[in-house]
Each structure stands twice: as structure tokens, then as C-alpha cells.
């Protein structure tokens, strides 16, 4: 059922705003973790912008846009949305996995909804609690779960249809699906430099949000029911 999922996209950043901003151990465990990966004449400096705000080691999480279905009276879907930012990653921890509490106690099979959260959000969210030495929530503790055992709407995953190979960004997804994109001003590249040098989390926020709905009419259009309307989105404002 729709009003049982917990829609979700996080923004995050690198810890600090330049590698060499990092002490020597640090830097060296950087190396060390995508030495694998990237060609050996790559500066560090440069690899750190592109990678370090996606690795839950080295990154934090600076932003979770939440929203979940509800029915109006006319019976047409809609959503409501809160999004949890700030420069205090255990704050936003904290508010969330109260959020997600209370939605556990009302639907006890509540499943989280978005676009590759099963392989970037939920894991990345899981590991930065264990790292602020915050306790994991029962619906959170997957680490020995078997994959068929997680129960997550992806709407990356449904589109694979069982093609592990395939991968579609939710912009493409969304203009295939003759979606509305998020895309506008800013997009994922862009967020780091947009927190640490024009120090503007609001916009970040708003981007996070448009991803959200965005998602949210993906899982509409899989569901073959009308997409959302401006009406019908509602954004919760914390206090």
C-alpha cells in the first residue's frame, strides 16, 4: 500500500571542504580506500570533490527530505513532506529515526520509498549512525539481513526488472516516464559547492525535495495512478 512507505532522499557532503583540510592519517586513509578504483594520476584533490561526499567514511549527511502518501477526500493520491537539515549531522540522525519511529509504531511493515536507496541512502544512513555511536533501529539493522529479506520500493530496482546491469538516473527515469524532473538549477555535483562556498543549505533542501516528489510520481506512474499536483504536495515546516 502506498501510505505505508516512507519516501526519503538524502543530500551529503565531504566532511571537510578540501582534501587537504584532512590530517595526514586521514588523507592517507582516503588514498588508501579508493586507490582501487581511480588512475593513479588523478590529483587527490580532485578525487576527494567527487568522491568523498558519497563514501559514508568520509562524508556526512547534511539534509533528509521525508514524505509519505495520503488519500484526499476525492480518493487522489497525495503527498506530505518534511525535510530534516542542518550543519548537525546527529541532530538530523536523531529527528529522523524519531520520524521513523512513529511511523513504525502506526505500520509495522512499513517499507522506505526512493530512487537507489537500497545501495546509496539506507546503507549510507545506517553507517553514519553506527559512526555517531547511535543505536540502529530494528528496521534499520540489515547487515545479516538476505537481500530478498529487505523490503524497500526502489524505484531503481523495479526498473531494472531483474537486469542487474541496467542503471537509470532519476532524471532519465523521469523524462522517460514524461516526469517532471528536479533537475533545475543545481544538481548533485553541484551541492558540496553550493554548502561550502555560497553557504546556501536552503536551496540544497529545496533540490532534496524536488527529488522526492519527483520519486514519489515514478511510484505513481509504476502504479498507473495520476501524478501529483501542486495542491497535492503539502511541505511541513519544522519549528
Known amino acids: ?9 538524502i543530500e551529503t557532503v565531504p566532511q571537510f571542504p578540501a582534501f587537504t583540510d584532512m590530517d595526514s592519517g586521514w588523507q592517507s586513509l582516503f588514498l588508501d580506500k579508493i586507490s582501487k578504483t581511480v588512475p ?3 590529483l587527490p584533490e580532485e578525487i576527494y570533490r567527487k568522491r568523498a561526499g558519497i563514501l559514508a567514511e568520509f562524508g556526512k549527511i547534511i539534509c533528509i527530505s521525508t514524505a509519505f ?17 542542518g550543519d548537525d549531522e546527529v541532530e538530523i540522525l536523531r529527528i529522523f529515526t524519531d520520524l521513523c519511529n512513529k511511523m513504525y ?3 509495522r511493515h512499513f517499507q522506505f520509498g526512493g530512487h537507489n536507496i537500497r545501495e546509496f541512502d539506507i546503507p549510507y544512513i545506517c553507517r553514519r549512525l553506527l559512526i555517531n555511536r547511535l543505536p540502529l533501529p530494528e528496521y534499520l539493522q540489515l547487515h545479516d ?5 529487505v523490503r524497500m520500493f526502489d524505484t531503481l530496482n523495479w526498473w ?3 537486469d542487474n546491469k541496467n542503471y537509470v538516473s532519476l532524471h532519465l527515469l523521469a523524462n522517460v516516464l514524461g516526469i517532471p ?38 511510484i505513481l506512474r509504476f502504479k498507473n495512478l495520476p501524478l501529483l499536483t501542486e495542491e497535492r504536495i503539502t511541505v511541513v515546516h519544522s519549528p
Open 1 to 9: 500500500m502506498l501510505t505505508e512507505l516512507l519516501l526519503l532522499d
Open 40 to 42: 593513479e594520476e588523478v
Open 69 to 85: 502518501f495520503y488519500e484526499t477526500e476525492e480518493g487522489q493520491p497525495a503527498l506530505k513532506m518534511k525535510s530534516i537539515y
Open 105 to 107: 509504531q502506526h505500520h
Open 145 to 149: 539481513k538476505k537481500p530478498w529479506e
Open 160 to 162: 531494472k526488472f531483474g
Open 181 to 218: 524532473t528536479s533537475k533545475s538549477d543545481i544538481d548533485g555535483s553541484m551541492v558540496q559547492d553550493v554548502y561550502y562556498i555560497e553557504q546556501n543549505l536552503p536551496r540544497i533542501v529545496d533540490y532534496c525535495q524536488r527529488d522526492v516528489v519527483v520519486t514519489a510520481n515514478v
